[in-house]
Nanobody
Framework: QVRLVESGGGLVQAGDSLRLSCAASGDTVSAYSAGWFRQAPGKEREFVAVISRASLVALVADSVKGRFTVSRDNAKNTVSLEMNILKVEDTAVYYC????????????????WGQGTQVTVSS
């Protein structure tokens, strides 16, 4: 069973960049498809970006396409989210998630979750 811990959140201004990291332990992350979801206040958790086990496939939500990039380093057991040109509407708690098996972009398909990291974008 894999355990996930996110880091890198914070308060930034619109237009800034931020990099989130997810450290995996308890199992090798290379066995899992993994990625990022977010949840804004009063809204449901939503898909942001996910990446396949060998980094061959990445899925990115339309709302962040061209601004966010998901990547992973299986040797370091980490998954990252590079966020550029941040907008106020990107404000949310960002969660790292992992699943055994092929890449999916649905919240319900992911079995393992981190505790989340807050990203706040001010105007």
């Amino acid at each position: 069973q894999v355990r996930l811990v996110e880091s890198g959140g914070g308060l930034v201004q619109a237009g800034d960049s931020l990099r989130l990291s997810c450290a995996a332990s308890g199992d090798t992350v290379s066995a899992y498809s993994a990625g990022w979801f977010r949840q804004a206040p009063g809204k449901e958790r939503e898909f942001v970006a996910v990446i396949s086990r060998a980094s061959l496939v990445a899925l990115v939500a339309d709302s962040v396409k061209g601004r966010f990039t998901v990547s992973r380093d299986n040797a370091k057991n980490t998954v990252s989210l590079e966020m550029n040109i941040l907008k106020v509407e990107d404000t949310a708690v960002y969660y790292c998630a992992a699943r055994l098996g092929s890449i999916k972009n649905l919240v319900k398909e992911y079995e393992y979750w981190g505790q989340g990291t807050q990203v706040t974008v001010s105007s």
